[in-house]
């Protein structure tokens, strides 16, 4: 069991690894495919940001990048209700050995993805296999009693913070290697080959542990119930799913829209570097890997889920009312201090909530159904938040966080927690 939770661990660092690890290439790929713009997919999208851009170079670059991770998360939206009923009535182990190879031709693609189409190709794919991050959470469901629910979430939430750190640092160095460049001169590979070669590595060492992972023990579906779409069975979900899943939107918005915009802000308002940038972000992953791994693995238990996540959500509020307000970098880094801190003990408070309220047979639909809003949000945030950076001023991207995590907050104290011992009375 032990053998299980740490594949998964690694599942979900592996998955915000071969996200993140474009952030930093982002600059010099779409330079690179702007120079050989010949390409009609490249030419739509590109005059779409340039909308948005109003004909500013930075902020077309920026907006198309977002654009590219909307692309990403809106397939993750689409398609991790599918992977998590599938994963219902089919196994876990099943469904995570199809995404995980998925993922390995995702980054093969990306490789040889000399052609901005191809390179497309490339993100439909990963973002469609990304959505088994709603897998990875009802196997851990499956792995967990009640009490250790929070603890085994805040595991995954630690290997994602993990990927999410390691992503743009490992993407830096691995896109300055000189190796395979005659291949992109050529024609043959994609801009950088070094990075997604690293992927495209590390993805073909998931799937093997998948393999070698034993299957999860789960109570599998016999639901026979067809639907356009899992994500319609949300409205026929409980009251409480239905709740949580619109608050993790409110959250993930919020809070996706704060990760886009802090690049451009920390440039702008303390003029960092990009290497003070990387550094500004390895801090705050360092954060949530400590409150995941460590934190939240000791209150698990000790403290409802509920009130782990209104913790997260107070220092949430501290932490967006402080960048309001920062004016030195000390007061800078102590907001997103409380704003790392805060991420932290939401998503897997509110993860653990979905877990608790779901029938086991049903662990993968709600969690997939669950993970979506938040893959929503951050399809949306890019252009959202972007448009309004760029056309209004960044405090109005935190006065808009800082109003969205407000709302959270009240309905969040107003939502009745199912108490744990009406839901053991029900298994005995």
């Not at 219902?88 to 980054?107: A, E, F, I, P, Q």
Request: aromatic share 16%.
């Amino acid at each position: 069991m032990a053998t299980s939770r740490l594949v998964l661990f690694f599942i979900v660092c592996v998955d915000m690894l071969g996200f993140s690890l474009l952030f930093p290439l982002f600059p010099s790929t779409i330079l690179h495919y702007l120079s050989n713009a010949n390409d009609s997919s490249f030419g739509f999208l590109f005059s779409f940001a340039e909308s948005f851009g109003e004909g500013n170079s930075k902020t077309t670059y920026v907006l198309f990048g977002g654009l590219l991770g909307s692309i990403y998360s809106g397939l993750q939206f689409v398609f991790g209700p599918i992977w998590g009923k599938l994963s219902d009535s089919l196994g876990r182990k099943k469904v995570l050995l199809w995404t995980t190879l998925g993922t390995v031709m995702g980054n093969v693609f990306w490789l040889f993805s000399s052609s901005f189409s191809l390179f497309l190709v490339s993100r439909f794919l990963l973002g469609t296999m990304g959505g088994n991050l709603s897998v990875a959470q009802a196997s851990m469901a499956d792995l967990t009693d009640e009490k250790n629910r929070a603890r085994g979430m805040g595991l995954l939430g630690a290997g994602i913070g993990l990927g999410f750190v390691l992503g743009p640092v490992l993407g830096g160095i691995t896109s300055g290697l000189p190796y395979l460049q005659e291949w992109t001169n050529s024609g043959f590979l994609v801009v950088h080959p070094c990075t997604p070669l690293f992927a495209l590595f590390v993805s073909s060492i998931n799937f093997c542990l998948v393999v070698w992972m034993p299957e999860i023990p789960q109570s599998l579906s016999s639901n026979s119930r067809k639907s356009l779409h899992p994500i319609f069975g949300f409205f026929e979900s409980k009251k409480e799913l239905k709740s949580l899943s619109i608050l993790f939107f409110l959250f993930s918005l919020a809070f996706s829209g704060f990760e886009f915009t802090l690049n451009f802000f920390m440039a702008d308002r303390f003029g960092f570097d990009p290497a003070l940038i990387g550094y500004t972000f390895l801090y705050i992953g360092l954060i949530i890997i400590f409150t995941q791994g460590g934190i939240v693995r000791r209150l698990s238990g000790k403290v409802s889920e509920k009130n782990i996540a209104t913790y997260g959500s107070y220092a949430l509020l501290i932490g967006f009312l402080g960048l309001l307000i920062a004016e030195s970098k000390f007061s800078f880094y102590m907001s997103l201090t409380f704003l790392s801190l805060g991420s932290a003990l939401v998503n897997p408070g509110l993860a653990s909530l979905v877990s608790l309220l779901s029938e086991k047979t049903e662990q993968g639909l709600r969690m997939g159904q669950f993970r979506s809003f938040s893959s929503l949000a951050r399809a949306v945030s890019p252009i959202l938040y972007g448009t309004i950076y760029f056309k209004l001023e960044p405090s109005a991207c935190f006065a808009l966080s800082t109003l969205l995590i407000f709302i959270f907050l009240i309905f969040l104290v107003r939502f009745k927690e199912t108490p744990r011992v009406a839901n053991e009375a029900k298994e005995t």
